[in-house]
């Protein structure tokens, strides 16, 4: 089992900063890839981004060049900076885990993304 603790969400204007983390516990050894995925009021939740446990990083078009997945095995830990933030953002962000071949999600965490 694994279980994850997103944090770091809020209120930002445009064009603003934040930094989400996601804290793993549990069997953290097993853990492979690590995502981040989010979800928007009435819509689907959508990919944000990914990386391996051998740091390969993927992104959604929607956020390259602004986001950035990152992560410190240390600390079993995953971070996702978002940089010039745009109210289209604004969704509850959730980490997701993938530990031999089961996935696992967080609770998520609220960006909100004022115009």
């Known amino acids: 089992q694994v279980q994850l603790m997103e944090s770091g969400g809020g209120l930002v204007q445009a064009g603003g900063s934040l930094r989400l983390s996601c804290a793993a516990s549990?069997?953290?050894?097993?853990?492979?890839?690590m995502a981040w995925y989010r979800q928007a009021p009435g819509k689907s939740r959508e990919y944000v981004a990914q990386?391996?446990?051998?740091?390969?990083?993927n992104y959604a078009d929607s956020v390259k060049g602004r986001f950035t997945i990152s992560r410190d095995n240390a600390k079993d830990t995953v971070y996702l900076q978002m940089n010039a933030l745009k109210h289209e953002d604004t969704a509850v962000y959730y980490c997701?885990?993938?530990?031999?071949?089961?996935?696992?999600w967080g609770q998520g965490t609220q960006v909100t993304v004022s115009s």
């Open positions: 549990g069997r953290t050894s097993s853990i492979d890839a």
């Open positions: 997701r885990s993938l530990a031999r071949g089961i996935l696992y």
């Open positions: 990386i391996g446990d051998g740091g390969a990083t």
